[in-house]
Every structure is written in C-alpha cells, then in structure tokens.
C-alpha cells in the first residue's frame, strides 16, 4: 500500500462521511473485496448522490459481482453526465473482461468438479454392487484357544465379572495370576480361589 493511499484510509476511518470513500473503496475493490466496496459506495453516494468517480468504481464493483443489469442501468445514466462515448466503451470493455473472468472461473469449476462427480458416481456403483453378506447377530466369533494370546490384562474387576458369569475356570486364573503380580494379598486371593473350587465342585 503506498502512502498517499495509507493517508486516504487513515482520513476516512476517522471521517467516514468523507468524499475520499471512493478511493478507499476502489482500493477494497482492487484487493478483492467487492462486497465491502459496494457497501461503501452505497453508504458515500448517499451523501454525495453527484460523485462521477464514485459511480463509475460502483460500476466496476457491480461488474465483479456479475449484476450486468444494474451495470447498463447506472452507464445509462451516466451517458447524458459524461457525453463522452470512449469513456463508456472503456467501461464496457471492462465489463466484459469481467463477464469472461467470470464465465472462466466457472468453466474452470465445472472442469473440476466433472471428475469428481463421475468418482463419486463410480464408487456408489461399486458398493452398490458389492455383495456384503448380512450379519447374524446370533453367531458368535469363535477363538481358536490352541493360538497363543497377547499378554493377557489381569485385575480383580475381570475377575470378579468371570464369577458373575459363573466363567469359574477363567476367574480361578485371574486370581492366580494376580497372585504373582501382587503377592501382598496372597492370602485373600487364595480363599477367593478355595471359593471358587467349591462352587465348581457343588
């Protein structure tokens, strides 16, 4: 941004009612941002209905949103103002660069987004081919017991739910694994596992 334009955003930030709106929204429309520039013209032509500059930067801005209606409507009356026909074909022109960046940019969409739509069709294709056989709820995952299993987690929790289940084989090693991994209550898993051999043996 260079100093003089600085200045101009500095005065109208503190004086929005000041005639240089046009500038600061011609510098918003040059960075992109055409809905900003539009409401600042908008807001400053309110206030200086009279302002040349200002409509031809609201047509500029008009063009970049693709609102052609409203564009031919304000060179209309701007026509009798200026009386000056290469000024209005230099807007026009600029209004068709705009209309071909425009249709380029969705040419350009469309070119992306044909692909991707034809993806996304092929794939709902394949899973709707796909044979996915349908899950029985009553069928339970058998375990070959012959595999050796991972480390397996040991806690008084797991086993007082084996004993719940009457699971008596797999509480009685829990608790004489919890034997090794925590011999100070040696004692009381002890009369857990006598417990439990006279359950099995009732």
């Known amino acids: 941004m260079n100093k003089d334009l600085a200045k101009i955003k500095l005065i109208y930030e503190f004086n929005p009612s000041s005639p240089l709106f046009a500038r600061v929204a011609e510098s918003e429309l040059e960075s992109g941002n055409t809905d900003t520039a539009i409401q600042m013209l908008e807001r400053g032509m309110e206030l200086y209905p009279d302002y040349i500059s200002a409509k031809l930067v609201y047509i500029q801005a008009l063009a970049k949103k693709g609102e052609y209606k409203k564009v031919i409507d ?39 987004k044909k692909p991707l739509e034809e993806d996304l069709e092929n ?32 806690s008084e929790t797991l086993a007082g739910i084996y004993l719940a289940q009457s699971s008596f084989k797999e509480a009685l090693d829990i608790y004489e694994k919890l034997i090794e991994s925590n011999p100070a209550k040696t004692e009381y898993y002890e009369r857990k596992i006598e417990e439990i051999k006279n359950m099995m043996n009732n």
């Open 123 to 154: 794939l709902a294709e394949t899973i709707n081919k796909a044979k996915i056989p349908p899950i029985d709820s009553n069928i339970t995952p058998k375990i070959d017991e012959s595999e050796p299993r991972g480390k397996q987690f040991v």
């Open 74 to 112: 304000k060179l209309d009356e701007l026509k009798p103002i200026l009386n000056d026909d290469s000024t209005i074909n230099y807007y026009l022109e600029k209004i068709e660069e705009e209309k071909s960046n425009i249709q380029n940019n969705e040419d350009e969409i469309t070119r992306i």
